[in-house]
């Protein structure tokens, strides 16, 4: 039922300053012409050295940073106050559910379920994907025996941290009415750009069924042998139905429009190619990890001043125009229309192609000043990015 919003936030805040009763608070998604200091924040209690405090985890969409916090510390009406558009608070005796609607209204929720409160200070780190998950066993990162291979752990967090960054961008972009609410009627449309071996593709499909999101993914990458493996892999699932391969070139692809566009490790100017099409097909959502980017590096012949103090070193030329090419990408997706940002989406002793491009469709148009810096850029550098002649901005 619609209540008003600030006996809703007292409400809430009441049985937050309970923590004797409290199990733990949920802040996720966005209020309408609002902004958030994270994309999610989680509290619980915990009890610390016979003392009860609460735990705040606050993820940013790149990492997670917790701290401990006594009531006196924690001002939760100002923090339920400040823009989140969901707020979930679960205690002993049932939960309060608020969902602030676009018009401001505070749509209220409540059980009578009792709940189990945990008081451990040290949780193990909760797994999105089980080891033993026959997906994880068939495209060979764990053993027949479900236990995750030492030569593939690495690909393992990479596809972990992945999801943990892919969940709360897509339930923000929903509760922002950016994505429809997706149904078993009308699923949420996914398609991974150069899929490979499709750890993500599969990962992807597998976690987001597991939590109650219906899902329709197809995976594209240019070589027949990778279409025929992963097909293989989805039939042996029984998933063929709502996961499907198809070896065609990422640029001349016959798939239809997705909501979400993933990307993982596209290969230089393949990476344009898969922001490209995601551009121009309408896109809500990419998530894009760039890889070995060459195009702009052979076009650094010509340094302006002082930079050549930077270019006359191999390595830092190399690193710097990674660093104008994704910087690049990132302002010609905000002039697309897009909210774009560049993260970090795994530590670097992982991987070092660590970097990712996350980018909502808002459909806001770039300001005067936005056009003008990369207009700027480009001349003072005499580059061309490949990504701008790939896309059409409306």
Known sequence: MATDLAAAFSQAASLVNNPANLVRVVLSGRRRNMQVAAVRIDIRPVLIKETLLLQVASNDGRQTTTKNLTIAELNILELLESGYANILVEHTTGSLSIRITKKGEALIHEDKTPRDQNLEHDRAKERLLDPSDPYLIEVGISDPKGVVKPTRADKYRQVEEFLRLLVPTLNSAISAGHIAQPTAQAPLTIADLGCGNAYL???????????????????????????????????????????????????????????????????????????????????????????????????????????????????????????????????????????????????????????????????????????????????SWSLKPALADRITIQ
């Open 201 to 379: 593709t599969f990962a992807t499909h597998q976690y987001l069924t597991s939590i109650g999101i219906p899902v329709s993914v197809v995976g594209i990458d240019i070589r027949p042998e990778s279409l025929e493996r992963n097909s293989e892999i989805a039939a042996k699932l029984g998933i063929s139905k709502s996961i499907t391969f198809r070896a065609e070139a990422i640029d001349q692809t016959s798939v239809t429009p997705a909501e979400v566009v993933i990307a993982l490790h596209a290969c230089d100017t393949a990476t344009d190619d898969a922001i490209a099409w995601g551009v121009n097909n309408g896109a809500k959502l990419m998530l894009i990890a760039p890889c070995c980017q060459h195009d702009l590096q052979t076009q650094m012949n010509t340094s302006p001043e002082p930079w050549s103090l930077l270019t006359k070193h191999g390595l830092v030329k190399e690193r710097l125009g990674d660093l104008l090419t994704d910087a690049l990408r990132a302002q010609i997706l905000k002039m697309a229309g897009y909210r774009s940002e560049i993260i970090e989406f795994i530590g670097g002793e992982h991987t070092p192609r660590n970097i990712m491009i996350r980018a909502v469709k808002t459909g806001a148009k770039p300001d005067v000043n936005d056009v003008k810096q990369y207009e700027e850029l480009i001349k």
